[in-house]
C-alpha cells in the first residue's frame, strides 16, 4: 500500500466513524477549520510555558505520549474531514507544496538555516 493509499483508508475510516453518527450536517467547511485550529490549540496547551527541558522530560512521560497522541490525532481528523468537505486530496496538496518549498527554499541557500524564504541570499 502507497502513501496516497495509507492516507485514502485512513480517510475512509473517519469518514465511516462519522457517517454512522450522523454528524455530516455538523462537517461544513467553515466549522471544520475551526475545528483543525482548536485541536491544534489543544495540543500546544501541552507545551505551553516548558522550556526545553521540561518538554524532553514530558515526552518521556508515557501520560505525556498518550494525551499529546490524542491531540495529534484530532488535529490529523479534523483535517481529513475538512479535506473531504473541501474536495481536496491532501496527498497532492502536499506534493505540490513540497516541490514550491523546493523552490522557495534551496538546499544551498537554506541548509541548517531557519531563514524566512524572502531573506534567503
Not at 526545553?52 to 474531514?81: C, K, S, T, W
Request: charged letters at 30%.
Amino acid at each position: 500500500m502507497d502513501d496516497h493509499e495509507t492516507l485514502v483508508a485512513l480517510q475512509r475510516l473517519v469518514i465511516a466513524f462519522r457517517d454512522e453518527r450522523a454528524w455530516q450536517a455538523f462537517h461544513t467547511p467553515k466549522n471544520l477549520a475551526m475545528a483543525v485550529a482548536i485541536e491544534a490549540g489543544e495540543l500546544q496547551e501541552l507545551f505551553l510555558w516548558k522550556d526545553d527541558g521540561e518538554v524532553q522530560a514530558d515526552l518521556a512521560a508515557p501520560e505525556f505520549q498518550n494525551r499529546m497522541q490524542e491531540e495529534m490525532a484530532d488535529v490529523l481528523i479534523f483535517l481529513l474531514y475538512l479535506a473531504e468537505a473541501a474536495g481536496v486530496d491532501l496527498t497532492e496538496a502536499v506534493k505540490a507544496k513540497i516541490v514550491k518549498n523546493q523552490k522557495k527554499y534551496p538546499v544551498a541557500q537554506s541548509f541548517g538555516r531557519h531563514t524566512k524564504y524572502n531573506e534567503l541570499k
